[in-house]
Nanobody
Framework: QLQASGGGLVQAGGSLRLSCAAS????????VAWFRQAPGKEREFVAT????????YYADSVKGRFTISRDNAKNTVDLQMNGLKPEDTAVYYC????????????????WGQGTQVTVSS
């Protein structure tokens, strides 16, 4: 029901835009977040946006570099990633919850399949 796309290989300092598309149901009443998981590490919170798009919250590690946005008419949530660093390399997942502000994976009801982001130094 959630499909993440837009990942790829980019050099340090570059940009990528990830997109999360919902199908089968509307997610306009859900908060949506991006998480990421690097090899050998736990899945970690990256950013979240409220159902209306009026509120956003970011992990300290990406604040000022990443921007989350949504278009409820298109049922999509994007993550614009600028100033990418090698430590941003991970599989990125989008997820939906009715609890805006949640930063732990267990509070999310729906998950996309993930898209790989690789940042070379």
């Amino acid at each position: 029901q959630l499909q993440a796309s837009g990942g790829g290989l980019v050099q340090a300092g570059g940009s990528l835009r990830l997109s999360c598309a919902a199908s089968g149901r509307t997610f306009s009443s859900y908060a949506v977040a991006w998480f990421r998981q690097a090899p050998g590490k736990e899945r970690e919170f990256v950013a979240t946006i409220s159902w209306s798009g009026g509120s956003t919250y970011y992990a300290d590690s990406v604040k000022g570099r990443f921007t989350i946005s949504r278009d409820n008419a298109k049922n999509t949530v994007d993550l614009q990633m600028n100033g990418l660093k090698p430590e941003d390399t991970a599989v990125y997942y989008c997820a939906a919850t009715q609890l805006y502000g949640a930063t732990t994976t267990r509070l999310y009801d729906y998950w996309g399949q993930g898209t790989q982001v690789t940042v070379s130094s």
